[in-house]
């Protein structure tokens, strides 16, 4: 990193909607509410992947990490924006604010490739399912799971380094909620196209590869799909995809909105929809999966009637060697 660059510069002004005080403190009570909504969700949907043997499968530890994902990502921005819109003075050290660009960046990319690693899940279920228990292997799945999450950091990685030797001639004011990548690099001064074209390939790339592979994926499972003779098939066949389906729906969906849009001609709607389409959209994801999918709902169902523990403790207690034959 250029040291000139940055001289100066010890800390960020985060704006937000400083001039809205009544507004940011109703954002504060709604999204206080979707982040825990979030984290209670995601984290239900990890614990009951890892209790219920039921789902110890590759789409559900797949789904685990996307949870996890949810959990990481949100964490990273939304803790610190509570807390900012209950205070005037609302600012981010210079480390704080790298770091939550990278997290964001790194946890946003890792989405993506996840996304598209669960329609190649998919695919094989349905496409190859002879050969389902052989593709998707336990090693195999941990290697597509490293392969997601080192995708993400490197590219987050990347765009760090290109958004942090940019010029910024001591500009400290980012007119966002967070250490949001595009507004940072709007206080840069001198000539960015050549960064800003950096930027935008590596964004391209990990955001539409998995795009297009998870569109190849689909078009082949709804070949698959066609083919099966009976109603009832074709309905079990596309039940079981349905809810990555549509939380990739959505995901790309909110995405393309926030990029594609008629530029606001208030910059404060820009940055209500970004903060929706990071906060909101992960607390969806527990809610589809529970909603969509029958060994979800059922292992939800076993967890509030008591069975799923009590099983697990009773496994605890047969397969512990007792202290008295010590």
Request: glycine letters at 6%.
């Amino acid at each position: 990193m250029d040291g000139a660059n940055l001289t100066g510069i010890r800390e960020f002004i985060l704006l937000g909607l400083s001039e809205h005080h009544d507004l940011e403190i109703t954002l504060f009570v709604l999204f206080l509410s979707i982040y825990s909504m979030n984290i209670l969700g995601n984290s239900l949907l990890i614990g009951l992947n890892t209790l219920d043997t039921r789902l110890h499968s590759p789409m559900y530890f797949f789904l685990s990490n996307l949870s996890l994902v949810d959990i990481l990502g949100t964490s990273s921005f939304v803790p610190l924006m509570l807390f900012n819109f209950l205070r005037t003075q609302k600012t981010i050290s210079f480390p704080g604010c790298a770091l939550q660009m990278f997290m964001t960046l790194a946890l946003g990319a890792t989405e993506c490739v996840l996304l598209g690693v669960m329609a190649y899940d998919r695919y094989v279920a349905i496409c190859q399912p002879l050969r389902y228990t052989e593709l998707m292997s336990g090693s195999t799945c941990v290697l597509l799971s490293v392969l997601s999450w080192g995708t993400g950091l490197a590219d987050s990685l990347l765009l760090s380094i290109l958004a942090w030797h940019l010029p910024f001639c001591g500009h400290n004011v980012i007119n966002h909620f967070f250490c949001e990548i595009l507004a940072v690099v709007k206080l840069a001064c001198g000539d960015i196209s050549l960064s800003a074209l950096s930027l935008m390939v590596a964004t391209t790339f990990v955001t539409l590869v998995p795009l297009l592979f998870i569109f190849l994926s689909y078009i082949f499972i709804l070949t698959a799909i066609l083919r099966v003779p009976s109603a009832a098939g074709r309905h079990k066949a596309f039940s079981t995809c349905s809810a990555h389906l549509t939380v990739v729906i959505i995901f790309y969906g909110t995405i393309s909105f926030m990029y594609f849009k008629p530029k606001a001609k208030n910059p404060d709607v820009d940055k209500i929809i970004t903060l929706f389409y990071g906060a909101v959209t992960p607390s969806l994801n527990p809610i589809i999966y529970s909603l969509r999918n029958t060994e979800v709902r059922a292992a939800l169902a076993s967890l509030l009637r008591g069975d799923l523990l009590s099983r697990k403790m009773s496994h605890f207690y047969c397969c512990t060697p007792s202290l008295q034959s010590r």
